[in-house]
């Protein structure tokens, strides 16, 4: 069974700095498609940001592009969200997801994902 537990969110003013982290257990992070997602109140939950297995550039929406950066430290079994320059839109409950099988269009479809963190809120203030 995955777990995923994601930490580091809080309260930060706009243009502030945030990183948020996923811990997962077992391998997950070094045999999975690894992926973050928001979701604002009243919202469906969004796309942020994945980083594939073979490598290769990640992907980001276009609203963090240039914000936000994903990694993946394998030995730790840990992927990151260092976001920086926040906005106020960017408040959120964001999620870490994993699956074995991601690739093209499903990166960006919640649904495609088997295994879900519990969420970190991250608010930011204007």
């Known amino acids: 069974q995955v777990q995923l537990v994601e930490s580091g969110g809080g309260l930060v003013q706009t243009g502030g700095s945030l990183r948020l982290s996923c811990d997962a257990s077992r391998r997950t992070v070094s045999t999975y498609a690894m992926a973050w997602f928001r979701q604002a109140p009243g919202k469906e939950r969004a796309f942020v940001a994945g980083v594939r297995l073979s490598g290769g550039n990640p992907l980001y929406a276009e609203s963090v592009k240039g914000r936000f950066t994903i990694s993946r430290d394998n030995a730790k079994n840990t992927v990151y969200l260092q976001m920086g320059s926040l906005k106020p839109e960017d408040t959120a409950i964001y999620y870490c997801?994993?699956?074995?099988?991601?690739?093209?269009?499903?990166?960006?479809?919640?649904?495609?994902?088997?295994?879900w963190g519990q969420g970190t809120q991250v608010t930011v203030s204007s």
């Open positions: 997801a994993a699956d074995p099988n991601i690739y093209g269009s499903k990166w960006y479809v919640a649904d495609e994902y088997d295994y």
